[in-house]
């Protein structure tokens, strides 16, 4: 069974630029949640999509969004990039809300 | 205001001896307690989830027991190879998803 595949693995974006991260959760698995991982911060809760609806959002700015795909597979983007954005982007996907969640790789972004 | 301080920060262990990793929380209404690792560069893994007061799960060397204030996760005899940040994890209950509240983890060190 295929786990949590989260693309790109890397990135590098300038200041004031947007990015589009992807991920597709494990067959079958219909709510995706995205966390954002720093050494200062830890693992923070950004939002969590079940069958296409944003359900809940974390303590983050409008700059950051996403949506998720009638296939269950999630995007999330980040508009008018700041140093401060740098982190591991993590991806989780569960079967329903609320239960066990299984993280993918993570896409490692560095803002320049 | 839900909250997870995990202790200690850092562990150094020489292989074989065992020892505990705590997880304090404060959450309003408990839904889940989840224990993952983490290797560096990668995505949590996944190790237990915990719903009540009293249960206890175990996976090789590893234990994870819950009270209605703190788990701990006991690491019997362990080897190089459970070198990893641990992280704890809750999740509340209530109608809405709200994502699970990380602790800043573990960061384990086990020596041969």
């Known amino acids: 069974k295929a786990g949590v595949t989260q693309t790109p693995r890397y990135l590098i974006k300038t200041r004031g630029q947007q990015v589009t991260l992807s991920c597709s959760p494990i067959?079958?698995?219909?709510?995706v949640s995205w966390y954002q991982q720093t050494p200062g911060q830890g693992l923070q809760f950004l939002f969590e999509?079940?069958?296409?609806?944003?359900?809940n959002k974390g303590n983050f700015p409008g700059r950051f969004s996403g949506r998720q795909f009638s296939n269950s597979r999630s995007e999330m983007n980040v508009s008018t990039l700041e140093l401060g954005d740098s982190a591991l982007y993590l991806c989780?996907?569960?079967?329903?809300?609320?239960?066990?969640?299984?993280f993918g790789q993570g896409t490692r972004l560095t803002v320049v | 205001e839900d909250q997870v301080t995990q202790s200690p920060e850092a562990l150094r262990l020489q292989e074989g001896e065992s020892s505990s990793l705590n997880c304090s929380y404060t959450?309003?209404?408990?839904?889940?307690l989840f224990w993952y690792r983490q290797d560096p560069g990668k995505g949590p893994e996944f190790l237990f989830t915990?719903?009540?007061a009293g249960e206890e799960k175990e996976k090789e060397r590893l234990k994870a027991t819950l009270t209605k204030k703190e788990s701990f996760l006991h690491i019997t005899a362990p080897k190089p190879e459970d070198s990893a940040t641990y992280l704890c994890?809750?999740?509340?209950?209530?109608?809405?998803?709200?994502?699970?509240?990380f602790g800043k983890g573990t960061h384990l060190i086990i020596q041969p």
């Open positions: 915990l719903y009540s």
């Open positions: 959450v309003s209404g408990l839904r889940g």
């Open positions: 989780a996907s569960s079967l329903t809300a609320n239960t066990e969640a299984f």
């Open positions: 994890a809750v999740l509340r209950g209530g109608g809405g998803a709200d994502g699970l509240t």
């Open positions: 067959s079958g698995h219909r709510s």
């Open positions: 999509y079940f069958s296409e609806t944003q359900r």
